[in-house]
């Protein structure tokens, strides 16, 4: 069972709400990732981080923003949400090439 | 089979037969080749790795086959369980995007008791 945790797991707001969905790991990892993923479909990777004070924007774009202030926290944020939003999101961390993934958080705006 | 829009493929088999899985990666510079399990309101788990320098590696009741020249990866479950029930992914590890995990579209495997 991999040390890494997300909070909440399961988010419903309204539009234009900002909100905070929390990442943390206990392994020491340098890697973190962010990942956004419609049920069963597969994961694009919204942003990363390689280290603290580090962060990149990943392959989809993505209204969100992130921020690395220590190792083990990897908090995305979401200024002012919107029914396109609606999604899991999934945080992982990796030391070397296997990712290891919480547990995500399911969100919907309506 | 392909992801077609919001059609998952699901590979449907009788418990205690074994499965296949198949995924096809794009870059032929991938070295590390990922199988990943999902189940329904959790995270992927990590099922079984491989390095491009092997072709096949075993696991627990899990074999995964890589055939470069076809860049084609399989997971074979064997004597499959109900518990096995889940969406499968497969990962490619690209070098030189800085050991990046590029995800293909998953294979739902159900179980039929």
């Known amino acids: 069972e991999a040390d890494i945790y997300q909070t909440p797991r399961y988010l419903v707001i309204g539009t234009g709400k900002k909100i905070t969905l929390e990442c943390s790991q206990t392994m020491g990892h340098d890697k973190m990732y962010w990942y956004q993923q419609d049920p069963g479909m597969e994961l694009h990777l919204i942003h990363y981080?390689?280290?603290?004070?580090?962060?990149e924007k990943g392959d989809l774009s993505s209204e969100s923003t992130v921020s690395r202030i220590r190792t083990e926290h990897f908090p995305l944020t979401l200024e002012s949400a919107r029914p396109s939003h609606t999604s899991q999101y999934l945080c992982a961390s990796s030391e070397y090439n296997e990712q290891f993934f919480g547990p995500g958080t399911r969100l919907t705006v309506l | 089979g392909e992801n077609v829009g919001l059609h998952l493929p699901t590979l449907s088999v009788q418990e205690g037969d074994n499965s296949i899985i198949n995924c096809a990666y794009s870059?032929?510079?991938?070295?590390?080749f990922i199988w990943y399990k999902q189940e329904s309101g959790k995270g992927p788990q990590f099922i079984i790795d491989i390095r491009s320098n092997m072709d096949k590696r075993q696991g627990q009741r899990v074999t995964v086959l890589l055939n470069k020249t076809v860049k084609h990866l399989s997971l074979q479950i064997a004597a499959t369980q109900p518990g096995d029930s889940a969406v499968y992914f497969c990962a490619e590890n690209l070098q030189n995007a800085g050991n990046m995990l590029t995800f293909g579209g998953g294979t739902r495997l159900m179980v039929k008791p």
């Open positions: 981080s390689y280290g603290v004070n580090s962060t």
């Open positions: 870059n032929s510079a991938s070295d590390y």
